[in-house]
């Protein structure tokens, strides 16, 4: 087989591979879709807490 014919095997298994990859998740994007509020209220939580103890650190910081 010469160079090529090699090259399009191997993307047409990249392609196949990413395919799969893709009917596999299409359940779980499904899932994120119908609950994506609580997961957007979930990371502004997160985000929240994360900067409310950035902001004691600071003021510890600051204060010492």
């Given amino acids: 087989m010469n160079e090529d014919r ?8 990249i392609v196949l591979l990413c395919l ?3 009917f596999v998740t299409i359940p779980y994007l499904m899932f994120v879709v ?8 979930a990371v502004v939580t997160a985000l929240g807490t994360m900067g409310g103890f950035l902001l004691v650190r600071t003021y ?3 204060r010492s």
């Fill in 20 to 22: 799969i990859a893709v």
């Fill in 60 to 62: 510890r910081t600051v």
């Fill in 6 to 13: 090699i090259v399009w095997r191997l993307n047409l298994v």
């Fill in 34 to 41: 119908r609950n994506f509020p609580n997961f957007l209220f």
